[in-house]
């Protein structure tokens, strides 16, 4: 997505509105919806580490594969779905 490849690209460190950015447009992609105020707090802050530690690429790595481990990616949920079966 654009929002990452701006932020990969370039050469200081990301803005908190590209950041934000890149978090809505993962949670879009991956989520299909679009991340609470908590959420954006929490992943600006993982981000703003992650980048000052690894650069901008590695920052946004970890991000990207924190989002991809939350419980909601990983399992899918589907209470109330349907008709109830034998099981």
């Not at 990452?4 to 690209?9: D, F, G, M, Q, S």
């Given at each position: 997505p654009a929002a990452?490849?701006?932020?990969?690209?370039k050469t200081t460190p990301p803005?908190?509105?590209e950041v934000r950015?890149?978090?809505r447009s993962q949670f879009r992609l991956a989520l299909r919806r679009p991340p609470t105020e908590a959420e954006l707090a929490q992943y600006l802050d993982l981000t703003r580490q992650a980048i000052?530690?690894?650069g901008n690429t590695d920052g946004l790595r970890e991000r990207l594969k924190a989002v991809l481990l939350a419980s909601e990616f990983v399992y899918r949920v589907?209470?109330?779905a349907g008709e109830p079966d034998a099981f």
């Open positions: 990452l490849e701006a932020i990969v690209l803005s908190d509105e950015a890149a978090i000052k530690v690894g589907e209470f109330g």
